[in-house]
Protein backbone atom coordinates (compact mmCIF):
# COMPACT_ATOMS: atom_id res chain seq x y z
CA UNK A 1 0.00 0.00 0.00
CA UNK A 2 2.82 2.60 0.99
CA UNK A 3 4.26 1.93 -2.27
CA UNK A 4 1.58 2.33 -4.25
CA UNK A 5 1.05 5.99 -2.50
CA UNK A 6 4.53 6.67 -3.28
CA UNK A 7 4.13 5.91 -6.35
CA UNK A 8 0.96 7.28 -7.52
CA UNK A 9 2.69 10.92 -5.84
CA UNK A 10 6.06 9.93 -7.78
CA UNK A 11 3.77 10.33 -11.09
CA UNK A 12 2.10 13.45 -9.92
CA UNK A 13 5.17 15.05 -9.07
CA UNK A 14 6.25 15.75 -13.31
CA UNK A 15 2.69 17.19 -13.62
CA UNK A 16 2.98 19.57 -10.96
CA UNK A 17 6.50 20.83 -12.17
CA UNK A 18 5.10 21.14 -15.08
CA UNK A 19 2.45 23.15 -14.29
CA UNK A 20 4.59 25.46 -12.03
CA UNK A 21 6.93 25.54 -14.79
CA UNK A 22 4.53 26.67 -17.31
CA UNK A 23 2.35 29.10 -15.48
CA UNK A 24 6.30 31.05 -14.54
CA UNK A 25 6.81 30.98 -18.67
CA UNK A 26 3.33 33.09 -18.73
CA UNK A 27 4.33 35.54 -16.70
CA UNK A 28 7.78 35.74 -18.22
CA UNK A 29 5.71 36.29 -20.99
CA UNK A 30 3.75 38.88 -20.25
CA UNK A 31 6.39 40.98 -18.90
CA UNK A 32 8.33 40.27 -22.22
CA UNK A 33 4.81 41.80 -23.99
CA UNK A 34 4.61 44.69 -21.42
CA UNK A 35 8.13 45.72 -22.04
CA UNK A 36 7.76 45.66 -26.03
CA UNK A 37 4.58 47.97 -25.67
CA UNK A 38 6.66 50.38 -23.14
CA UNK A 39 9.72 50.36 -26.25
CA UNK A 40 7.05 50.66 -28.55
CA UNK A 41 5.72 53.86 -26.85
CA UNK A 42 2.18 52.31 -27.26
CA UNK A 43 1.49 53.04 -23.36
CA UNK A 44 0.40 56.83 -22.39
CA UNK A 45 3.00 57.58 -19.70
CA UNK A 46 2.77 60.11 -17.04
CA UNK A 47 5.74 61.43 -15.31
CA UNK A 48 6.27 62.57 -11.78
CA UNK A 49 9.52 64.08 -9.76
CA UNK A 50 9.73 65.10 -6.98
CA UNK A 51 12.26 67.62 -5.36
CA UNK A 52 14.73 67.66 -3.17
CA UNK A 53 13.51 65.91 -0.15
CA UNK A 54 9.53 67.35 -0.69
CA UNK A 55 6.49 64.53 -0.58
CA UNK A 56 5.23 66.55 -2.98
CA UNK A 57 5.23 65.14 -6.94
CA UNK A 58 4.58 67.09 -9.86
CA UNK A 59 3.50 66.77 -13.34
CA UNK A 60 6.40 66.86 -16.01
CA UNK A 61 4.83 67.89 -19.15
CA UNK A 62 6.15 67.77 -22.68
CA UNK A 63 9.61 66.14 -20.83
CA UNK A 64 10.82 69.99 -19.41
CA UNK A 65 12.48 68.66 -16.28
CA UNK A 66 13.69 71.44 -13.92
CA UNK A 67 17.23 72.00 -14.40
CA UNK A 68 18.36 71.06 -10.95
CA UNK A 69 16.78 69.89 -7.40
CA UNK A 70 15.04 66.58 -8.83
CA UNK A 71 15.51 63.91 -6.16
CA UNK A 72 13.34 61.34 -7.67
CA UNK A 73 11.16 60.72 -10.99
CA UNK A 74 8.32 58.22 -11.65
CA UNK A 75 7.09 57.23 -15.04
CA UNK A 76 3.26 55.50 -14.87
CA UNK A 77 2.23 53.77 -17.82
CA UNK A 78 -1.24 53.11 -19.13
CA UNK A 79 -3.73 51.93 -21.47
CA UNK A 80 -5.73 53.81 -23.34
CA UNK A 81 -8.31 53.36 -21.10
CA UNK A 82 -6.35 54.74 -18.50
CA UNK A 83 -5.86 51.38 -16.88
CA UNK A 84 -2.22 51.50 -14.80
CA UNK A 85 0.09 48.72 -16.17
CA UNK A 86 3.49 49.84 -15.16
CA UNK A 87 5.36 51.61 -12.52
CA UNK A 88 8.59 52.80 -12.68
CA UNK A 89 10.58 54.51 -10.07
CA UNK A 90 14.03 56.31 -10.89
CA UNK A 91 16.39 58.04 -8.12
CA UNK A 92 17.79 60.33 -9.57
CA UNK A 93 21.51 60.75 -10.09
CA UNK A 94 23.11 64.21 -10.26
CA UNK A 95 26.74 63.14 -11.20
CA UNK A 96 25.43 60.59 -14.13
CA UNK A 97 27.75 57.78 -12.37
CA UNK A 98 24.73 55.41 -11.55
CA UNK A 99 21.18 55.21 -13.11
CA UNK A 100 18.81 53.02 -11.04
CA UNK A 101 15.00 51.95 -11.84
CA UNK A 102 12.58 49.64 -10.03
CA UNK A 103 9.49 49.03 -11.75
CA UNK A 104 6.80 46.99 -10.86
CA UNK A 105 3.80 45.06 -13.42
CA UNK A 106 0.85 45.03 -12.91
CA UNK A 107 -2.11 42.15 -14.30
CA UNK A 108 -5.68 43.46 -15.05
CA UNK A 109 -6.58 42.77 -11.33
CA UNK A 110 -4.05 45.54 -10.05
CA UNK A 111 -1.86 43.09 -8.47
CA UNK A 112 1.87 42.87 -8.95
CA UNK A 113 3.36 39.74 -11.81
CA UNK A 114 6.32 40.74 -12.13
CA UNK A 115 9.32 43.33 -10.30
CA UNK A 116 12.55 44.75 -12.39
CA UNK A 117 15.43 46.16 -10.69
CA UNK A 118 18.31 47.30 -13.03
CA UNK A 119 21.11 49.34 -12.33
CA UNK A 120 23.45 50.66 -14.91
CA UNK A 121 27.26 52.24 -13.19
CA UNK A 122 30.54 53.39 -14.07
CA UNK A 123 33.57 52.58 -12.36
CA UNK A 124 32.65 48.72 -11.32
CA UNK A 125 36.14 48.02 -11.92
CA UNK A 126 35.13 45.21 -14.48
CA UNK A 127 35.02 47.03 -17.42
CA UNK A 128 35.97 50.70 -18.56
CA UNK A 129 32.17 51.28 -19.98
CA UNK A 130 29.07 51.06 -17.49
CA UNK A 131 28.12 48.20 -16.54
CA UNK A 132 24.16 46.67 -16.15
CA UNK A 133 22.98 44.98 -13.38
CA UNK A 134 19.32 43.27 -13.94
CA UNK A 135 17.14 41.22 -11.47
CA UNK A 136 13.88 40.31 -12.56
CA UNK A 137 10.94 38.23 -10.29
CA UNK A 138 8.19 36.46 -10.75
CA UNK A 139 4.67 36.29 -8.86
CA UNK A 140 1.65 34.58 -8.56
CA UNK A 141 -1.38 35.99 -8.19
CA UNK A 142 -1.22 35.16 -4.43
CA UNK A 143 2.26 37.43 -4.35
CA UNK A 144 4.42 33.98 -4.20
CA UNK A 145 7.90 34.16 -6.15
CA UNK A 146 8.04 32.30 -8.35
CA UNK A 147 11.19 32.54 -9.60
CA UNK A 148 13.98 35.27 -10.80
CA UNK A 149 16.35 36.41 -13.48
CA UNK A 150 19.81 37.74 -12.69
CA UNK A 151 22.59 38.99 -15.36
CA UNK A 152 25.04 41.44 -15.47
CA UNK A 153 26.69 43.15 -18.22
CA UNK A 154 28.67 45.60 -20.08
CA UNK A 155 29.13 47.05 -23.45
CA UNK A 156 27.35 45.10 -26.18
CA UNK A 157 25.26 43.19 -23.86
CA UNK A 158 28.40 41.36 -22.68
CA UNK A 159 28.27 39.33 -19.76
CA UNK A 160 30.47 40.10 -16.87
CA UNK A 161 31.47 38.11 -13.72
CA UNK A 162 29.74 39.19 -11.04
CA UNK A 163 32.75 38.16 -8.40
CA UNK A 164 35.30 40.42 -10.51
CA UNK A 165 33.15 43.99 -10.32
CA UNK A 166 32.61 46.34 -7.29
CA UNK A 167 28.79 46.68 -7.37
CA UNK A 168 28.67 50.07 -5.90
CA UNK A 169 25.43 51.20 -6.25
CA UNK A 170 23.66 48.88 -4.58
CA UNK A 171 19.95 50.57 -3.41
CA UNK A 172 17.40 49.15 -0.81
CA UNK A 173 14.03 48.58 -2.50
CA UNK A 174 10.31 46.73 -1.51
CA UNK A 175 8.76 44.51 -4.25
CA UNK A 176 5.32 45.52 -3.22
CA UNK A 177 1.67 44.01 -3.90
CA UNK A 178 -0.44 45.94 -6.12
CA UNK A 179 -0.98 49.37 -7.71
CA UNK A 180 -1.91 50.74 -4.21
CA UNK A 181 0.90 49.37 -2.66
CA UNK A 182 2.88 51.35 -4.87
CA UNK A 183 1.37 54.44 -4.66
CA UNK A 184 1.12 54.65 -0.70
CA UNK A 185 4.88 53.26 -0.16
CA UNK A 186 6.30 55.91 -2.82
CA UNK A 187 3.45 58.94 -1.36
CA UNK A 188 2.69 58.93 -5.05
CA UNK A 189 -1.49 60.52 -4.55
CA UNK A 190 -3.88 58.24 -5.34
CA UNK A 191 -5.25 60.49 -7.40
CA UNK A 192 -2.66 59.50 -10.67
CA UNK A 193 -4.53 55.58 -9.95
CA UNK A 194 -8.24 57.39 -11.16
CA UNK A 195 -6.77 59.33 -14.34
Known sequence: ??????????????VFLFAQT???????NKKIKYDLLRNADQLKIQVLARMGND????????????????NITINILRDNNGKIFIISVYPY???????VGFTHYFDEK?????????TSF??????DEMATEKIDKFYSSDFIEL?????????????????KCDLLYQFNYSVYRNIKEVLAKNHIPTSVDSN
Request: glycine share 8%.
Open 1 to 14: MKLKLFLVALLSLP
Open 22 to 28: NSSQEII
Open 55 to 70: TIYYVINDAEFPASGI
Open 93 to 99: SESGDWF
Open 110 to 118: GNTFAFERI
Open 122 to 127: YNSGCT
Open 147 to 163: GNTYSLNGPDNKPLKKS
